[in-house]
């Protein structure tokens, strides 16, 4: 499961803590899956994602480098005490804790010359030139090239709605609860791209059949997708898992027919289907699918799952629904 750690950070802090942030990212010892950087509110801030387990390691390096870790909630506020006790108290990071006071001294010099600067000038009213910025150290432009390769500016919520990222978002949600109603917003969009883009690769893609068939299924199995009551979400998924089965490998509607963890409705729209296909050609009947469903399909839970849908399916998916339990009781015997 992906954690995040947030960084909150003045602007004239940003080289330093980018400097931080590709130590972190080039450490072997961590699997920093994204860092993305951004606004937060008045200040600068950089969400990094990478491994639950691995979330103290980036605890004790941004503590050493005195970076300030926004505290989610009860968990993260003692994670951060502790190591900031432990990071006091080990010699593990010397090089960190050097740096770290060097920029803290040099800020405040910066800062000191600029009030100064200030008060001489509080009472000129020309215009002054303006300063062209400094040249960048070499050592640092790379660095931030190096950071921006693995963090393009596509690192938004709009790229992980755009490419499905759902889970992700979730996770951020969770775990960022300044961002939540603003990615609320997000997570539904998403769940529909990651629906439309697997549905889309596995009908082009023949290798790809089985990878967009289980992620599919992920969907619609997910438990916090099914409680959410403002959409049809799984029942998208169900008609994308559908389609993608008739178009590649009908004898796999099978098996969604018999899966107890899918629902009733796309138990019983499997078998509509099927029975759509075995029947497809006016008086022809498709027989090898036909003996495929018959050894294959449990007659007893299907009935179950069709007395729970017949309600509310319409009157011709009830008619091909009888068609393929008379068609596999007829071929049976």
């Known amino acids: 499961m992906l ?15 980018r400097t931080v942030l590709r130590e972190i990212r080039q450490n072997l010892s961590t699997e920093v899956k994204r860092i993305a950087i951004g606004q937060l509110f008045d200040k600068k801030a950089a969400s990094i994602f990478l491994p639950e387990n691995q979330l103290q390691n980036v605890f ?73 910025p400094k040249e ?18 596509g690192e938004s919520v709009d ?26 917003e997000k997570y539904i969009p998403a769940i529909k791209n990651s629906i439309k883009i697997h549905l889309e690769k596995g009908t082009r893609n023949s290798s790809y059949v089985d990878t967009a068939i289980a992620k599919l299924k992920e969907i619609i199995c997910d438990v916090e997708i099914k409680a959410i009551k403002t959409e049809d979400i799984v029942d998208l998924a169900g008609n994308a898992l559908i389609s993608l089965c008739t178009q590649t490998d009908p004898e796999k509607l099978v098996e969604f027919i018999n899966l107890p963890n899918v629902g009733q409705r ?4 499997s078998a509509v289907k099927l029975s759509e296909l075995i029947h497809e050609k006016e008086g022809t009947v498709d027989t090898a699918l036909l003996e495929y469903a018959a050894g ?20 011709i998916n009830r008619a091909r629904f009888n068609l393929l339990m008379n068609s596999i009781e007829e071929f049976s015997t």
């Open 3 to 17: 954690s995040s750690v947030l960084v909150t950070f003045e602007e004239s802090e940003e080289l330093y803590v």
């Open 60 to 132: 004790d390096k941004l503590i050493a480098n005195e970076l300030n870790i926004f505290p989610f909630n009860d968990e993260y506020k003692e994670k951060i005490k502790q190591t900031k006790e432990k990071v006091k108290g080990s010699n593990l990071f010397q090089q960190d804790k050097i740096r770290a006071q060097y920029f803290q001294k040099r800020r405040k010099e910066i800062l000191s010359e600029r009030a100064v600067s200030s008060a001489k000038n509080s009472g000129v009213r020309k215009s002054q030139p303006p300063v062209t």
């Open 136 to 153: 960048l150290p070499a050592e640092i432009k790379t660095a931030l090239k190096s950071i921006d390769k693995n963090n393009p500016a």
């Open 159 to 184: 790229i992980h709605v755009k490419e499905g990222n759902y889970v992700l978002l979730r996770n951020m949600i969770k775990n960022n609860p300044l961002h939540n109603e603003h990615i609320k």
């Open 266 to 269: 796309i138990n019983v729209m």
């Open 296 to 315: 294959k399909i449990n007659k007893r839970f299907l009935l179950t799952a069709y007395d729970v849908m017949e309600p509310v399916i319409s009157e």
